[in-house]
């Protein structure tokens, strides 16, 4: 296969990319996306301060462009994200116990209602867990209680009974504290029956990150039942270094039955969020780079 996204389509996976609908009356941009990716994901678009900026009133036109962009050229789509610590209104950050539990609710089906039946997987709880395994003290946390994550689950299995209901996190690049205390969390929601589809590993790496137990990791959480997906992937570095990590990674997902797909989080260096690290497949140019050569030779 010629693409990325033809070339994970062999093997049943997709291979995604975050994207911003600003950018796309950018030529090179909208070539190399339309082009490499079946797959697409909102990189802030779909995100709490973006969707419901004031309470009760949803904004959706710049996820709807990205909605309306895959859906024209055959691709899927990942919902990012429902509930997370950054990036929602200040409206929310006034609000306490009950009223913040049904603000969290109306938001859910708010926004996963009206992408109902046109999302693949989504990210509906994003970073809950601390290096240490612990709970990260969000206002969730804090006002809702530990139960928030299975009821932010509940409501979005009601939203959209159709897509895939990921947890989404950073750091669980490997078997750690982190990893090990989602992993008992996805064990506990299958045994109680929350519903949980798929775990999203973010893997924000470096090209010396260790990656000695990602695939391991990958699939002990495989093993409990739920699909694994690469959600994030910028690898920092450049040349074989990096081409190299990139390789690693993606012969991991390749190599566990249920790691269904790999998103790369950005198109192209000139507007990664980590810019100074150059972590993505395409230079600013939108020259393909080594590592998208060692991904495609991967896939
Ligand atoms: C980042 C975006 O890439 C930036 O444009 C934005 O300013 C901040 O958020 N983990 C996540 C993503 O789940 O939503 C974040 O995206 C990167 C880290």
């Not at 909208?30 to 994901?41: C, K």
């Not at 990921?166 to 990893?179: E, L, P, Q, R």
Request: with cysteine.
């Amino acid at each position: 296969a010629e693409t990325l996204g033809a070339a994970a389509a062999q093997s049943g996976r997709y291979f995604g990319a975050a994207v911003a609908p600003n950018y796309f009356g950018e030529a090179g941009y909208a070539s190399t996306m339309d082009r490499e990716f079946n797959s697409l994901v909102a990189e802030n678009a779909m995100k709490w301060d973006a969707t419901e900026p004031n309470r009760g009133q949803f904004t959706f036109g710049g996820g709807d462009q990205i909605v309306s962009r895959a859906q024209s050229r055959g691709m899927t789509v990942r919902g990012h994200t429902l509930v997370w610590h950054a990036q929602y209104p200040g409206w929310v950050g006034g609000l306490s116990g009950n009223d913040l539990r049904q603000a969290m609710v109306s938001h859910i089906n708010g926004v996963a209602g009206h992408y109902r039946g046109k999302i693949h997987s989504w990210d509906v709880v994003n970073e809950a867990f601390e290096w240490d395994g612990s709970r990260r003290q969000s206002i969730f946390q804090q006002r809702l209680g530990g139960g928030y994550i299975e009821e932010a689950f509940r409501a979005a299995r009601a939203a959209d009974p159709g897509a895939k209901l990921c947890y989404n996190d950073y750091g669980t690049d490997g078997v750690n504290a982190k990893s090990t205390a989602i992993y008992n969390m996805v064990v506990d929601f299958r045994n109680r029956g929350v519903p949980i589809d798929c775990v999203g590993f973010q893997s924000h790496l470096d090209w010396n990150s260790d990656l000695s137990s990602y695939q391991s990791n990958l699939q002990r959480f495989a093993n409990l039942g739920v699909d694994v997906q690469i959600t994030e992937l910028d690898i920092g570095g450049s040349g074989t270094g990096q081409a190299g990590a990139y390789q690693r990674v993606t012969q991991a997902c390749l190599a566990v039955a249920r790691c269904t797909g790999i998103t790369v989080w950005g198109v192209t260096d000139k507007y990664s969020w980590r810019s100074s690290a150059t972590p993505l497949l395409f230079d600013g140019n939108y020259q393909k780079k080594t590592a998208y050569a060692s991904v495609l030779a991967a896939l």
